[in-house]
C-alpha cells in the first residue's frame, strides 16, 4: 500500500514534510466528556467547548539537558514566524534553521548564536530553502528548495555564500523516478547525503547520495513510509521512521552494512525526526504518545537497544530537535498550545 504526500501529512500531526507544520492540528474538549478530535467546518461543538491546538508561528528554543530548562532563541512574540529544521554547526557556536516571516512568504535560511536571539540570514540563495543540515566541516549547508511545486535539493557553500541545485531524478535500483527530496542529512564524514523521497511506485524510501561518484543506494525495507533519516556519529546506521497501513510512525534504526533493521519502538503513536547524541549512546525525537488524540508532541530519548525511555517536555509542542556537538543541549522548535472557548 502507498503512502500518499496527504496521508503523510495526517500522519504527522499536520506537518507538511516540505517545509514546517503551521498548524499540527484541532482538538475539541467537551465539558465532563472524554476528547475528541474536531472534524473541521463540519462539527458543531456546541455551549461549553473548547478547542486545543498549536500556535501557528513558532520558535527556535534550546533545552539545557542537565537543568531542564528552556529558552528561546528566536521569539515570534505577536508576530507571524513559522521555523523548522534547527542545526548546530559544529563549532557549536551558530545554529541554522529555516524561517518564514509571512503565511505567503518563501523559507529562507538563517542563523542564531545559541545564547542570542539576533538572527542573520544566509546569503547564496534566493528561491525557497528549508530543512537544512550543517555539513560536520562547517562549510557547507544542505538543504531542500521548491519551485513552482518542485522540490529538490540544493549545496550551499557558506564562506563563499554560493548555491547549486543536486539533480537527482532516477533511482538506478529500479525504484522509479525519485521525487520531492526531504529531511537530508550529511554522513559523518561529509561524503554522503542521507534523505528520503517519493517513488513513482507511491511509496517513500531512504536514499544515500555519494556526493563524489553521484551514486544513489537505495535502503531496502518493506514499509510503506521511511522519513526522517539521521547518521549516527559513526556512520555506521541510520536511525529513521517508518509507517505502514496503519499510518503511525515507528522509531527504526538499520546498519548500513547489509545489517538487520530493528525499530525501537511500535504502536500508535507517531515518533519521528531523531537525532543521535554525539556519543551515540541515545537518540532523541519528537512524540505524540503522552497525547492521547495525537496533537501535542514532546521531546523523549532512548537508548539504541529501545531501553530507557525518558520524556524531556511538556507544556508545549515540541519537535525537529537536534542535539549541541559537546551533547549538553538540544535545539528545538517550539510551538505554544493555544485554547479556545465557545
Same mark, same amino acid.
Given at each position: 500500500?502507498?503512502?500518499?504526500?496527504?496521508?503523510?501529512?495526517?500522519?504527522?500531526?499536520?506537518?507538511?514534510?516540505?517545509?514546517?507544520? =503551521?498548524?499540527?492540528?484541532?482538538?475539541? =474538549?467537551? @465539558?465532563?466528556? @472524554?476528547?475528541?478530535?474536531?472534524?473541521?467546518?463540519?462539527?458543531?461543538?456546541?455551549?461549553?467547548?473548547?478547542?486545543? *491546538?498549536?500556535?501557528?508561528?513558532?520558535?527556535?528554543?534550546?533545552?539545557?539537558?542537565?537543568?531542564?530548562?528552556?529558552?528561546?532563541? *528566536?521569539?515570534?512574540?505577536?508576530?507571524?514566524?513559522?521555523?523548522?529544521? !534547527? *542545526?548546530?554547526?559544529?563549532?557549536?557556536?551558530? $545554529?541554522?534553521?529555516?524561517?518564514?516571516?509571512?503565511?505567503?512568504?518563501?523559507?529562507? +535560511?538563517?542563523?542564531?548564536?545559541?545564547?542570542?536571539?539576533?538572527?542573520?540570514?544566509?546569503?547564496?540563495?534566493?528561491?525557497?530553502?528549508?530543512?537544512?543540515?550543517?555539513?560536520?566541516?562547517?562549510?557547507?549547508?544542505?538543504?531542500?528548495?521548491?519551485?513552482?511545486?518542485?522540490?529538490?535539493?540544493?549545496?550551499?557553500?557558506?564562506?563563499?555564500?554560493?548555491?547549486?541545485?543536486?539533480?537527482?531524478?532516477?533511482?538506478?535500483?529500479?525504484?522509479?523516478?525519485?521525487?520531492?527530496?526531504?529531511?537530508?542529512?550529511?554522513?559523518?564524514?561529509?561524503?554522503?547525503?542521507?534523505?528520503?523521497?517519493?517513488?513513482?511506485?507511491?511509496?517513500?524510501? $531512504?536514499?544515500?547520495?555519494?556526493?563524489?561518484?553521484?551514486?544513489?543506494?537505495?535502503?531496502?525495507?518493506?514499509?510503506?513510509?521511511?522519513?526522517?533519516? #539521521?547518521?549516527?556519529?559513526?556512520?555506521?546506521?541510520?536511525?529513521?521512521?517508518?509507517?505502514?497501513? /496503519?499510518?503511525?510512525?515507528?522509531?527504526? =534504526?538499520?546498519?548500513?552494512?547489509?545489517?538487520?533493521?530493528?525499530?525501537?519502538?511500535?504502536?500508535?503513536?507517531?515518533?519521528? @525526526? !531523531?537525532?543521535?547524541?554525539?556519543?551515540?549512546?541515545? +537518540? =532523541?525525537? #519528537?512524540?505524540?504518545?503522552?497525547?492521547?488524540?495525537?496533537?501535542? /508532541?514532546?521531546?523523549?530519548?532512548?537508548? !539504541?537497544?529501545?531501553?530507557?525511555?525518558?520524556?524531556? *517536555?511538556?507544556?508545549?509542542? #515540541?519537535?525537529?530537535?537536534?542535539?549541541?556537538?559537546?551533547?549538553?543541549?538540544?535545539?528545538?522548535?517550539?510551538? /505554544? $498550545? @493555544?485554547?479556545?472557548?465557545?
Amino acid at each position: 500500500m502507498g503512502v500518499s504526500k496527504r496521508q503523510l501529512q495526517f500522519a504527522f500531526g499536520g506537518v507538511a514534510l516540505a517545509a514546517v507544520a =503551521i498548524g499540527v492540528g484541532t482538538l475539541l =474538549i467537551r @465539558e465532563g466528556g @472524554e476528547p475528541e478530535r474536531s472534524a473541521g467546518t463540519g462539527v458543531s461543538p456546541g455551549t461549553g467547548s473548547t478547542f486545543v *491546538t498549536v500556535s501557528r508561528s513558532s520558535d527556535i528554543a534550546v533545552l539545557e539537558l542537565a537543568t531542564g530548562r528552556t529558552r528561546l532563541v *528566536t521569539h515570534a512574540s505577536d508576530r507571524y514566524l513559522a521555523v523548522s529544521s !534547527p *542545526t548546530w554547526s559544529p563549532d557549536g557556536r551558530r $545554529i541554522a534553521f529555516a524561517q518564514q516571516t509571512c503565511p505567503h512568504c518563501p523559507f529562507r +535560511i538563517a542563523v542564531v548564536a545559541p545564547d542570542e536571539r539576533s538572527t542573520k540570514s544566509l546569503r547564496g540563495w534566493r528561491k525557497d530553502a528549508n530543512e537544512p543540515t550543517w555539513s560536520p566541516d562547517g562549510g557547507r549547508l544542505v538543504f531542500t528548495t521548491s519551485h513552482e511545486a518542485e522540490r529538490e535539493l540544493a549545496l550551499l557553500d557558506v564562506r563563499e555564500g554560493r548555491g547549486r541545485a543536486l539533480g537527482i531524478h532516477e533511482d538506478a535500483a529500479g525504484g522509479g523516478e525519485v521525487e520531492s527530496p526531504n529531511h537530508p542529512a550529511f554522513s559523518p564524514g561529509g561524503s554522503t547525503i542521507a534523505f528520503e523521497a517519493e517513488t513513482t511506485r507511491e511509496r517513500t524510501r $531512504i536514499y544515500l547520495l555519494d556526493l563524489v561518484t553521484g551514486e544513489l543506494r537505495r535502503i531496502e525495507n518493506k514499509a510503506a513510509g521511511n522519513a526522517f533519516p #539521521a547518521f549516527s556519529p559513526t556512520g555506521r546506521q541510520l536511525a529513521f521512521s517508518q509507517t505502514d497501513s /496503519r499510518f503511525a510512525w515507528d522509531l527504526c =534504526i538499520v546498519r548500513l552494512d547489509g545489517g538487520e533493521q530493528v525499530c525501537l519502538t511500535r504502536g500508535s503513536a507517531n515518533e519521528v @525526526e !531523531p537525532s543521535w547524541s554525539p556519543d551515540g549512546r541515545s +537518540i =532523541i525525537f #519528537a512524540s505524540d504518545r503522552a497525547d492521547p488524540q495525537r496533537v501535542i /508532541r514532546s521531546l523523549y530519548t532512548v537508548r !539504541p537497544d529501545g531501553s530507557g525511555l525518558r520524556r524531556l *517536555t511538556k507544556g508545549f509542542d #515540541a519537535g525537529a530537535p537536534a542535539f549541541s556537538r559537546d551533547g549538553t543541549e538540544v535545539a528545538f522548535v517550539r510551538r /505554544r $498550545i @493555544e485554547r479556545f472557548r465557545r
